[in-house]
Nanobody, 125 residues
Framework: QVQLSESGGGLVQAGDSLRLSCADS????????MGWFRQAPGKEREFVAA????????YYADSVKARFTISRDNAKNTMYLQMNNLKPEDTAVYYC??????????????????WGQGTQVAVSS
């Protein structure tokens, strides 16, 4: 069973950095592709980044490419999202998720079976 919990959100100014963490209390973390999504008020949940089981081949949404870095430490059952040069449009609740889809990089919410409760990121201008 996968149980995900995010941490690291907060209120920052434009240009600042934040590092989100996603910890899995289960024992099968390394079996899943992992991803980050975000949802702003009144908007649909959108894909941010995903990473394969091994930690290779990270994939990013165009809106965060070159600013955000996804990584994972399977020994610690934890995934990270390093967010640099934050912009006001990055303001959202950020969710981590686990997917059993491993043959391709899952980018749709429907491809993810397990979700964390979310952590708020607010970026002021």
């Amino acid at each position: 069973q996968v149980q995900l919990s995010e941490s690291g959100g907060g209120l920052v100014q434009a240009g600042d950095s934040l590092r989100l963490s996603c910890a899995d209390s289960g024992r099968t973390f390394s079996s899943y592709s992992m991803g980050w999504f975000r949802q702003a008020p009144g908007k649909e949940r959108e894909f941010v980044a995903a990473i394969s089981r091994s930690g290779h081949n990270p994939y990013y949404a165009d809106s965060v490419k070159a600013r955000f870095t996804i990584s994972r430490d399977n020994a610690k059952n934890t995934m990270y999202l390093q967010m640099n040069n934050l912009k006001p449009e990055d303001t959202a609740v950020y969710y981590c998720a686990a997917s059993g889809v491993v043959s391709i990089m899952p980018t749709s919410p429907g491809q993810y079976a397990f979700w964390g409760q979310g952590t708020q990121v607010a970026v002021s201008s």
